[in-house]
């Protein structure tokens, strides 16, 4: 299962999610918002490969942007190339 949280923080404990992963009852998560934000830089987090963050970013989000945005990094990903919308650890975001 790959777990994505694009809703409230709140609706994923990240000690029970990292135990999930930790079993292999998730595959992977894709979280743009997380149980304390900003999310520290020292969370687990951060440093797991089964684990995606994204920017949370607040505003108003049109369906279609969001499909153009999912497919312009799907096939950067089909490309062999790090999405230009990937988190930059050192920005923190």
């Given at each position: 299962?790959?777990?994505i ?7 994923v ?5 990292l ?16 149980e304390?934000?900003?999310l520290?830089p ?7 490969r089964?684990?995606?963050?994204t920017?949370?970013v607040?505003?108003?989000?049109l ?5 153009t ?5 799907f096939a950067?990903?089909?490309?062999g190339?790090r999405?230009t919308?990937?988190?930059?650890h050192?920005?923190g975001?």
């Open positions: 299962m790959h777990l949280n694009v809703g409230r923080g709140s609706a404990r990240t000690e029970t999610l135990t999930a992963l930790d079993a292999g009852q998730v595959r992977h998560a894709t979280l743009d918002v997380t304390r934000e900003p520290e020292s969370s687990p987090l951060w440093h797991r089964d684990v995606t963050i920017p949370h607040s505003g108003l989000t369906p279609s942007d969001v499909v945005s999912l497919d312009a990094a950067e990903i089909r490309g190339v999405p919308s990937a988190v930059v050192e920005r975001y």
